[in-house]
Nanobody, 120 residues
Framework: QVQLVESGGGLVQAGDSLTLSCAAS????????MAWFRQAPGKERQFVAS?????GIIHNPNSRFTISRDNAKNTVSLRMIALKPEDTAVYYC????????????????WGQGTQVTVSS
């Protein structure tokens, strides 16, 4: 099992940037796929980006968001720029032993989430 703790959320204005961090610990997480998801009120949980911890391969469909990892600190970060009110959501860090997955059901370990609110 992998333990995940997110941080870095907050209230920002439209156009601002924000970086979220996910601290990972536990057993063999370095073989996992790490990902960020988000969930807005009344909506389904949505894939944001993922990174393979071992080789750094990234799946990042949103050009305003950048996922990265720091092997020394055991953290995965999500850099978000040009934020919009529609980016408002709870952002979750997640882990899976599987590769190249975007569905929440494929992820076995989740953090508690961090709230990001973007005001217009």
């Amino acid at each position: 099992q992998v333990q995940l703790v997110e941080s870095g959320g907050g209230l920002v204005q439209a156009g601002d940037s924000l970086t979220l961090s996910c601290a990972a610990s536990g057993r063999a997480f370095i073989s996992y796929t790490m990902a960020w998801f988000r969930q807005a009120p009344g909506k389904e949980r949505q894939f944001v980006a993922s990174i393979q911890w071992t080789n750094g391969i990234i799946h990042n469909p949103n050009s305003r968001f950048t996922i990265s990892r720091d092997n020394a600190k055991n953290t995965v970060s999500l850099r978000m720029i040009a934020l919009k009110p529609e980016d408002t959501a709870v952002y979750y860090c997640a882990a899976t032993r599987l590769t190249y997955r975007t569905a929440p059901r494929d992820y076995t370990d989740w953090g508690q989430g961090t709230q990001v609110t973007v005001s217009s």
